[in-house]
């Protein structure tokens, strides 16, 4: 008879399966509430996702009933006893790298909204490709309820996706806001069933995970830059980046399977 293995303290659990790595926030205690190790942990576990050639899709996803409700709290009190204590350190040392990384890795992010995503929490989602949220999932900006402007990104990513009004709103007069509702404002993707919410993450990362890797960052670098640019300059980039990717052998193996009517086979090179 096998013995029960112990639950797995680790703040930051990483898994790599055909192609996917899976980093999944472990405080579910805490509901993943983010304090300086699982900051840490996150940034070095993200770091070696987006260098190792072996992972062509990641997915950010948390244990237990929360995705992760951003700040640790408890530990801010604690440090709020220091003079020296800023969040603008954690904000620059953590989230600033944390999000950078899961907006610009030259492959593709999703985030797995198995419940509530709140403050950084939110925004580390809302830096990510694709969302997709479990039904009974929530979202919420949280920053004002606490008397804080917004971080990791946020500002940059919900009025590009909600607009500069709605997402205004958000920000100010922080809610939960409802899987099915995010879904009309954009914020998510996809909404589905509690009980399918694994199996369809991981039929999503896993078509990532077989797709044209270099073509997928490239076209994350390409939205990125365009954001920001005007038409010439974006044009410029997108021939960069054409000419990058038509050199590829993910290109050459896509036109030859067209040509012969069979499915192309990616190595994401």
């Not at 350190?89 to 797995?112: E, F, R």
């Not at 076209?219 to 300059?233: F, K, Q, W």
């Not at 993910?250 to 190595?267: C, G, I, M, Q």
Request: proline fraction near 6%; charged fraction near 20%; hydrophobic fraction near 45%.
């Amino acid at each position: 008879m096998t013995s029960p293995q112990p639950p797995d303290d680790r703040p930051v659990v990483v898994e790599t399966s055909d192609g996917v790595a899976w980093v999944r926030l472990n405080r579910p205690e805490a509901m993943n509430s983010l304090n300086l190790a699982m900051k840490e942990a996150l940034l070095a576990a993200l770091r070696e996702a987006a260098d190792d050639p072996a992972v062509r899709c990641v997915v950010l996803t948390g244990t237990g009933r929360a995705f992760c409700v951003g700040q640790d709290l408890k530990e801010h009190v604690q440090s709020l006893a220091s003079a020296d204590s800023t969040l603008a350190t954690t904000v620059t040392d953590h989230y600033n790298p944390i999000v950078t990384l899961l907006a610009t890795m030259n492959k593709p992010v999703v985030a797995a909204l198995g419940g509530v995503a709140a403050g950084a929490g939110l925004s580390f989602a809302l830096a990510c490709d694709v969302r997709i949220a479990a039904e009974g999932a929530g979202l919420n900006t949280s920053f004002a309820g606490i008397a804080l402007s917004c971080d990791s990104g946020a500002s940059w990513t919900l009025p590009r996706l909600v607009g500069p009004a709605r997402a205004k709103e958000l920000l100010m007069f922080p809610r939960t806001v409802p899987a099915e509702e995010a879904l009309s404002l954009g914020l998510v993707t996809r909404v589905v069933p509690a009980a399918d919410f694994e199996d369809a993450v991981r039929e999503l990362a896993t078509t990532l995970a077989q797709g044209p890797t270099l073509a997928y960052g490239s076209i994350r670098r390409a939205v990125a830059v365009s954001s920001g640019a005007d038409l010439a300059t974006s044009l410029a980039h997108e021939a960069q980046l054409m000419e990058l990717t038509g050199r590829s052998a993910d290109h050459r193996a896509a036109v030859d399977a067209f040509l012969a009517k069979e499915k192309p086979a990616y190595t994401g090179t």
